[in-house]
């Protein structure tokens, strides 16, 4: 069964401290995977997307690394702040015909002062 | 939320009524989704259409109806028939006709409804 399994589920940080978030998927065949920040009460907007043959990407503060053979990816976030306080939903592309979607149940993230 | 546009933010209905979820892109995106959350679950697509004047079932469509009478349009309208129908609600759209591939998905702002 195709599964997106993110862990933790909550987190709660400092702000200027770092943190890692978890992603461990089991979809095959595999196409890409995404990260999205939800903010709450709002639509997901794309922080990342790599594919089979990428192992990192970054955009700003955030950086997303891809183990294709053990089927996981992380997000870590550098020097945190107030506004990083969201949900982050690990998202893998499955390939072949179907082309789905599968979402992981995201990670709530919240920044304290 | 890019040129995506959901209305109203919220909205709340009767227990046996039908109600429409508007979903309008300004992108020029072929590709068009419906997504229902629920708390601690990840999205489920509800339908998706690749093209004007088609549209095909996702995962859970029953008690759902669409249409795509023009590119930029994409209603949801949730029926009596939906058993479980209060829950946020996101239009994606994507610049090609794929069923959510390595094509980005952009997200409207989405649409609480409630019924009670």
């Known amino acids: 069964k195709n599964q997106v399994e993110q862990s933790p589920q909550s987190l709660i940080i400092l702000e200027g401290k770092n943190c890692t978030l978890q992603?461990?998927?089991?979809?095959?065949?595999?196409?890409?995977l995404r990260w999205y920040k939800q903010d709450t009460g709002r639509g997901p907007v794309s922080l990342t997307i790599m594919t089979f043959s990428e192992n990192t990407k970054s955009n700003g503060r955030y950086t997303a690394t891809l183990d294709a053979d053990t089927k996981q990816s992380s997000l870590h976030i550098t020097a945190s702040q107030l506004s990083d306080s969201a949900s982050y939903i690990c998202?893998?592309?499955?390939?072949?015909?179907?082309?789905?979607?599968?979402f992981g149940t995201g990670t709530l993230l919240a920044v304290q002062p | 939320d890019g040129g995506i546009t959901q209305s109203p933010k919220y909205l709340f209905r009767k227990e046996g009524q039908n109600v429409t979820l508007s979903c309008e892109q300004n992108?020029?995106?072929?590709?068009m989704y419906w997504y229902r959350q629920d708390p601690g679950q990840g999205l489920r697509l509800i339908y998706y259409?690749?093209?004007?004047?088609?549209?095909q079932k996702g995962d859970i469509a029953e008690g759902y109806s669409v249409s795509r009478e023009k590119k930029e349009s994409f209603p949801l309208t949730v029926t009596s028939a939906q058993k479980n129908p209060t829950a946020f609600y996101l239009c994606?759209?994507?610049?090609?006709?794929?069923?959510?591939?390595?094509?980005?998905?952009?997200f409207g702002p989405g649409t609480r409804l409630t019924v009670t």
């Open positions: 994606a759209s994507s610049p090609t006709s794929g069923r959510g591939n390595s094509y980005e998905q952009y």
């Open positions: 992108l020029n995106h072929d590709a």
């Open positions: 992603c461990n998927y089991t979809v095959s065949p595999f196409s890409n």
């Open positions: 259409s690749q093209i004007v004047n088609d549209f």
């Open positions: 998202v893998v592309s499955a390939g072949g015909a179907t082309n789905k979607l599968i």
